[in-house]
């Protein structure tokens, strides 16, 4: 296998929708990494962890508001607690704001940067 001296590695990805975060997470898979991806809504990583397990790979799948600090801990937790030491952690999370920024809400505009910021 490719990378081997990854093995029993374990990745995390937050934000592991249906584009980059679920192909990064894929990549680790490959690569011989225990996989823990994590979105707001974890009904939606159901085909992600499908794909990963099929494959030959582990994975994980929590359900985590990036912008809640205790959600973020109680992951962490679990996953070295549970699964094994991180070795890399991704951050991709994304607010799937799609217009122009004159006509963003201060509303909105808070949550992309609470967001990008914790």
């Given at each position: 296998k490719c990378y081997s001296f990854f093995a029993f590695q374990v990745a995390l990805v937050?934000?592991?929708?249906?584009?980059?975060?679920?192909?990064?997470?894929?990549r680790f898979s490959v690569a011989g990494f225990v996989v823990c991806v994590a979105r707001r809504n974890s009904d939606k990583l159901a085909p992600l962890?499908?794909?990963?397990?099929?494959?030959?790979?582990?994975?994980?799948?929590?359900?985590?508001?990036?912008?809640?600090e205790s959600e973020v801990i109680d992951m962490m937790r679990c996953i070295e607690d549970d699964i094994g030491t991180l070795t890399v952690c991704?951050?991709?999370?994304?607010?799937?704001?799609?217009?122009?920024?004159?006509?963003?809400?201060?509303?909105?505009?808070?949550?992309?940067?609470?967001?990008a910021c914790f």
């Open positions: 937050v934000g592991a929708g249906d584009g980059i975060g679920a192909s990064v997470a894929r962890l499908e794909q990963i397990r099929g494959a030959g790979g582990t994975a994980h799948g929590f359900a985590l508001d990036a912008r809640k991704v951050f991709n999370i994304g607010a799937n704001v799609r217009f122009p920024i004159l006509d963003t809400t201060s509303r909105v505009y808070f949550k992309v940067w609470e967001m």
